[in-house]
């Protein structure tokens, strides 16, 4: 018999998928952009670019971030945490938020300083350049972690994808604004460009922060399988079978579900039994990673509907 102390690998449900390759490939990319922008503000003098090279920095502590998260989610219940400790990467995204939030402010107010106190931008083509080269390997990196994301359910990857497309869209910001300036000679519109950057960082922040608390508050799955999980129970009731208490939660890459199920109490513990067996296989099949939890009440007992609203 186990016990808590011992816990036991499911040879129902797939094992947590090792994600971490992906952490590893942000963090590369972080290095390799932030020495890019940081190059291309340092020819240029361009509080714009500056402002780019600052987001790449959140990057790179972001992804350092996840790596950890990741490491963590990927632990198996134990006695403290029986369900697992894939929470871990809504941490992850709530951290990113609020480093964007910081990266934001320094954006807003370099960009305020430098409109206040403009200064000409110089070797403008090849920083530009260097941008661009920059801009290129972040899209490619958040290609990989958003398809990732979707495939393994990643709240971390994810948000670490959205973060680099955001970034890939700064850039695109940055550089356009850049290349007027080179243009127009308007020195002006430099940290203008800037500072649209810093709130698009903070909406971007915002983001991340809003989907992480929900996934700490225990948000329920998606309606659209919400309702498909319902379909496939209700082809399993009858005139005497039925199910009340549905519910549904989301734990970083992890489903939860459970439910009452109410059998005639004449029926015996096995045939009970039994019918829960096959409604989770029927799941399961659906949806192999969904933990199900069926509670057998007798239909006839009064009692079996006291949490009919829960």
């Not at 519109?189 to 960082?201: E, K």
Request: net charge negative.
């Amino acid at each position: 018999m186990t016990t808590p102390d011992q816990p036991t690998a499911s040879t129902r449900h797939p094992q947590p998928v090792d994600l971490t390759r992906f952490a590893w490939l942000s963090i590369a990319a972080a290095v390799t952009t932030i020495a890019l922008k940081s190059t291309a503000w340092l020819i240029t003098g361009s509080v714009g670019l500056l402002s780019d090279a600052a987001e790449s920095i959140v990057n790179l502590v972001a992804a350092v971030v996840a790596l950890v998260a990741l490491r963590v989610a990927l632990r198996p219940p134990d006695r403290k945490h029986n369900y697992g400790h894939s929470k871990a990467e809504y941490f992850s995204a709530a951290l990113e938020g609020l480093m964007i939030f910081v990266a934001a402010a320094v954006i807003l107010v370099a960009s305020i300083d430098r409109f206040l106190h403009p200064a000409p931008l110089d070797n403008l083509g090849v920083g530009l350049l260097i941008s661009v080269v920059a801009s290129v390997i972040n899209g490619g990196v958040a290609f990989v972690l958003l398809r990732g994301g979707k495939k393994h359910r990643s709240i971390t990857l994810t948000a670490d994808g959205k973060h680099l497309v955001t970034d890939v869209w700064t850039s695109v910001g940055v550089v356009l604004g850049v290349l007027l300036v080179w243009l127009t000679g308007w020195e002006r519109l430099d940290p203008i460009i800037a500072f649209a950057v810093g709130i698009n960082i903070l909406v971007t922040g915002w983001g991340l922060m809003r989907v992480s608390t929900a996934g700490l508050m225990d948000v329920s799955l998606p309606e659209e399988d919400n309702e498909r999980i319902k379909a496939i129970i209700e082809g399993f009731t009858a005139d005497d079978i039925d199910f009340h208490a549905f519910r549904t939660r989301e734990s970083g890459h992890r489903r939860f579900m459970e439910m009452h199920l109410l059998v005639p109490g004449r029926w015996t513990v096995q045939r009970g039994h039994d019918l829960s067996e096959d409604i989770t296989d029927a799941l399961l099949a659906e949806y192999p990673d969904l933990r199900v939890n069926c509670h057998l009440e007798p239909i006839e007992d009064p009692r079996s509907y006291e949490d009919i609203g829960i």
